[in-house]
């Protein structure tokens, strides 16, 4: 069986193929809300044919999204150009896992997704950090329960708002900086995003930690990972395909009901 998993997140849309417990292959699409069913549909095709992945091997499509428009598109795309409707992962489907927020319908699908992959790969209690467009920090009790977590903006974010948002403040590049004390403004500016990002992310790590009550394992994802969480000697685990691995895990859970 080949299992298609699609993430649709707000700058990326991330695919992968897996033939059973194996990932075959994985793209990256940039997210665009107007482009059609019949593009989408083109490009995963192409990119399954330099991929050598047969279309008609896939036997089950599952998908999150955190972006509304374009769940339909994808349902579409998967019913036209692969012939099988896909598990969409929302409100109600099965995790194996306890949601304990106070509105289980608030917490975005791709979270639930990542949390259930990291308990199921890495143990419990658990911290799933996601660097994305928006950095996410979620968390799984010793018990296996989805405790929530906290959100704050991701790093091209802060950094594009920096640009847009001042008059003088330039558009710079993300690289390292040698030192926290910039002297000059480019510098200065690295200094504050990259620095800045590792001290909270260590620092909220160690909060969401003393809450616990104890040390978690620490598992870093999410299109941004790289170079910040290689920086944090908290984090253990830099698994950039988490979110597909735990795609597979609930298409599996479900598919047995």
């Not at 008059?167 to 504050?192: D, V, Y």
């Amino acid at each position: 069986m080949m299992l298609l998993a699609i993430d649709i997140g707000n700058t990326n849309i991330k695919l992968g193929v897996f033939d059973g417990d194996k990932l075959k292959a994985a793209w990256n699409l940039a997210t665009d809300i107007h482009h059609t069913s019949d593009e989408y549909g083109g490009v995963v095709l192409d990119l399954m044919e330099r991929g050598k992945v047969l279309a008609s091997k896939v036997t089950g499509v599952v998908l999150c999204g955190v972006v509304p428009p374009l769940l339909p598109t994808f349902m579409e795309m998967c019913k036209e150009y692969l012939n099988t409707k896909p598990l969409v992962v929302e409100a109600g489907i099965k995790t194996g896992m306890r949601i304990r927020l106070d509105n289980p319908r608030e917490v975005g699908p791709d979270r639930v997704v990542n949390a259930m992959a990291a308990k199921n790969l890495y143990g419990k209690p658990v911290i799933i950090i996601d660097l994305g467009t928006a950095t996410t920090f979620d968390v799984v009790s010793k018990e296996g329960d989805y405790l929530g977590g906290a959100i704050a903006p991701g790093i091209l974010v802060a950094t594009e708002a920096l640009f847009t948002r001042t008059a003088a403040l330039p558009r710079i590049e993300l690289i390292h900086p040698k030192q926290a004390i910039g002297r000059n403004t480019i510098a200065a500016m690295q200094s504050g995003i990259i620095f800045g990002y590792i001290e909270l992310i260590g620092g909220m790590i160690r909060r969401i930690e003393e809450e616990l009550g104890g040390k978690a394992k620490v598992i870093a994802t999410g299109g941004q990972a790289y170079p910040f969480a290689e920086e944090i000697v908290a984090i253990d685990v830099i698994n950039p395909n988490l979110t597909l691995i735990g795609l597979r895990l609930i298409y599996e859970m479900n598919r047995e009901q």
